[in-house]
């Protein structure tokens, strides 16, 4: 079987340009989701390089569950993305207002921060 490893990590690289070029269109809700994206798909290639199956989209677990234990800084940097994943996307998210309302460039600066320190941990593992 075909490790495809390389693929999620690709797509995991391509997504946190996505979240770059999101927060440059000040689509923030976007730039948030995609850096959850990136970092959720880098994890699942370090599991998949390790020869483990990998699923779910909750990036602390995903962490939490490697063999080798992250830093716990980058695990709870995981939990922050989490909250991206789902009311980025949907307007049920919020008490009230559409998603793109509730953030800002705050949030998308802090998310592909996070998630480029995710990138740079897989990366080093997988080297």
């Not at 689509?27 to 390089?49: G, T």
């Not at 063999?67 to 909250?83: C, F, I, Q, S, W």
Request: net charge negative; aromatic share 8%.
């Amino acid at each position: 079987m075909t490790n495809r490893a390389p693929d999620w990590f690709a797509q995991a690289e391509r997504d946190l340009q996505q979240a770059e070029a999101s927060r440059g269109d000040e689509r923030h809700e976007w730039a948030c989701f995609a850096a959850q994206q990136s970092a959720e798909q880098a994890v699942k290639a370090l599991h998949l390089a390790l020869g483990q199956e990998a699923w779910g989209h909750v990036v602390a677990r995903l962490l939490s569950e490697l063999p080798t234990p992250p830093p716990p800084d980058l695990v709870e940097k995981g939990r922050a993305l989490d909250a991206f994943y789902i009311p980025t996307r949907h307007a049920n998210g919020h008490p009230e207002g559409p998603p793109f309302e509730h953030y800002g460039p705050l949030q998308s600066e802090e998310a592909i921060r996070y998630a480029r320190e995710i990138v740079e941990f897989v990366r080093s593992q997988m080297a």
